[in-house]
């Protein structure tokens, strides 16, 4: 099959876990015989096009005129998409399928499916009423509206756990036989030669200092916030202990404020977003991995700390079956 992806993430561009798991796919759909073509975002000094190892990965800019809010940023961003698309299908032909990633791609890929007849199959990898516990205001509803349109518009929808599955179909009423579960997984081979470092280690940490990992968005969604406000009861168990919290995120400076008001600043390590052989590394030198997510369909995180054989706690693990 010739499959169209459309997503507003692709390494090196990772705002979530989107990138992650869109790059994983395309590999894999690669390696069963399918031509896999990405359309997304283009962020910083990285190429327009990119053969990436098979992956043919198209990258477009937005418009040069500053958007009034968030909402108009994604519709140039789908406008843009579209066209790159068109232009696409002129040179190369059509493609037997779009797979469409969350909400921020909706309008392209409907207006791609009325106007070359292509189905779409949709990935919902998160919901907006999810992400802040209900629907409070009109940029919210919006969003969540355009959620059900892709579903609607969409011949296959694909969530991530069983839990997503459910609350797709109380959200927006879908057939539930329309809905996919196709768990999120890890590489068993990643941490393959992956031994503590202790040199690593040491940037975050004494010796004698267990590490409480966080990975993630700092994002209020993901719980950091109460971690953070729990340290105080660890310390008095436990002196000798240090988080360390590896992300980037909108509540970067509140977390900081947070741990400067709380007075244990020097129990408390923001290591910034790491990557690559560093987050393989950054598992091995913890001694806990700790995900206190509000809301997580699936964290891919705490699959992969597992797999480091790093002990995990998950606040709410039902959410990832």
Known sequence: MKILMLTWEYPPRVVGGISRVVYDLSRTLLKDGHD????????GDIPYFEDDKGVKVYRIDNYMINPNNFIDWVMQMNFNMLAKANEIIAKQGNFDVIHAHD???AYSAKTLKNSYNIPIVSTIHATEAGRNSGIHDEQQRYINDTEWM???ESAEVIVNSNYMKNELQRLFGLPYEKINVVPNGVNMSLFN???RDYNFRRRYAMDNEKIILFMGRLVYEKGIQNLIAAMPKILEGYHDTKLVICGKGGMLEELRQQVNTMGISNKVYFAGYMNGKDVQKMY???DISVFPSTYEPFGIVALEAMLSENPVVVSDIGRTK
Do not use: C, M, N
Request: no cysteine; proline share 0%; hydrophobic share 50%.
């Open 150 to 152: 892709l579903t609607y």
């Open 193 to 195: 030669g992956i031994e």
């Open 284 to 286: 091995k030198a913890a």
């Open 103 to 105: 909400w921020l791609v």
């Open 36 to 43: 896999v073509t990405v359309i997304t975002y283009r962020d």
